[in-house]
């Protein structure tokens, strides 16, 4: 295989990327801006925007990067991250599994059907749920600053902040989500005030960024844990291993078998359309596309994704 050069690649990308954006932002059509939340229903549906950042901190950015979103589902990768850190390993996968579900993001079938009732894995609901309830912090002040500090640092952007509207939103139409950890609680799983706990969770599900924030975190992770730009470490490797591991088996929900052939890159998505991804060892990747596939992810944004990894080749399999 004759791997392109680093250099001819990203100009290749400054060259075609506005036009591949172009290109695949005609399938937002196909698809629907999420409103079970709905606040998020008032997202631009035909935006697509991208933004690729390397090692050295250079970025190329194509169509509508600079609009804001909140991360949603994406923010589960980096909680997983801290509560890892705060807990160690033993501790946290004593409380959710390692395995996909096959099941929708937001499913609770199999915390009844297969026993000891443990969520599957961190990145569904039930388990990023469970995951809220071991961030460290002696009140949910406490543990929400945490998580919001250290998206911060790895976002290198302090302004980082919760989208008061989405958070409300939310935390008004989460029906499914409080039944799941009253169920969590209920089997002893989740420790701690249920509500206490889902504030934890929707809040980190509502915080602000753009593609830029979702490269830089995304950059740290493509760097085994330090940011390159630094030079600093914030994340120990063996856990980004693992999230890495976790967004290739189920970072796209439902969809991550079929992702995995088509892209082939660690990734995440979250229902207000935005997607992390990585090249390892060379760029962080942010991508925004609020309207959604019939699985949940942004529509556009698998499509643009696709035409990267196949024209760059940039499938890790
Ligand atoms: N898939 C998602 O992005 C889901 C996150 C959303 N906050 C929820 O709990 O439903």
Not at 2 to 7: G, L
Not at 262 to 278: F, N, Y
Request: charged share 20%; aromatic share 8%.
């Amino acid at each position: 295989m004759n791997t392109p050069q680093a250099s001819e690649v990203w100009i290749r990308l400054q060259k075609e990327l506005p036009q591949w954006v172009e290109e695949s932002r005609a399938q937002c059509g196909e698809g629907k801006v999420a409103s079970y939340i709905p606040e998020l229903a008032k997202a631009p549906h035909r935006a697509l925007g991208i933004q690729i950042m390397n090692g050295s901190g250079a970025s190329i950015a194509a169509g509508d990067a600079a609009i804001p979103f909140t991360m949603q589902s994406i923010s589960k990768v980096f909680t997983l991250l801290l509560a890892l850190m705060d807990n160690g390993e033993a501790a946290v996968f004593d409380k959710v599994g390692m395995e996909p579900t096959g099941d929708n993001f937001n499913s609770m079938l199999k915390l009844e059907l297969v026993q000891p009732g443990i969520p599957f894995n961190p990145l569904i609901n039930a388990g990023a749920i469970v995951i809220s309830s071991l961030i460290a912090g002696a009140r949910m002040e406490e543990k929400s600053d945490r998580v919001l500090q250290f998206f911060r640092k790895l976002a290198a952007n302090d302004f980082l902040e919760v989208n008061e509207a989405v958070y409300q939103s939310e935390a008004a139409s989460a029906d499914l989500n409080r039944s799941m950890a009253y169920f969590l609680k209920d089997n002893g799983v989740l420790k701690g005030k249920v509500d206490e706990v889902l504030d934890v969770y929707f809040r980190h599900c509502s915080i602000n960024v753009t593609c830029a924030d979702l490269a830089r975190m995304a950059l740290v992770l493509a760097f085994d844990g330090t940011d390159p730009i630094t030079g600093e470490r914030h994340i120990p490797r063996r856990y980004v291993q693992i999230a890495k591991t976790f967004m290739v088996t189920c970072g796209m929900y439902n969809a991550s078998g079929e992702f995995a052939i088509e892209v082939g890159m660690p990734a995440k998505s979250g229902v207000a359309g935005g997607i992390l991804t990585l090249v390892p060892g060379r760029y962080g990747i942010g991508v925004v596309g609020p309207a959604l596939n019939p699985k949940g992810n942004s529509i556009a944004g698998v499509d643009l994704l696709e035409t990267l990894s196949q024209r760059l080749d940039w499938s890790l399999f």
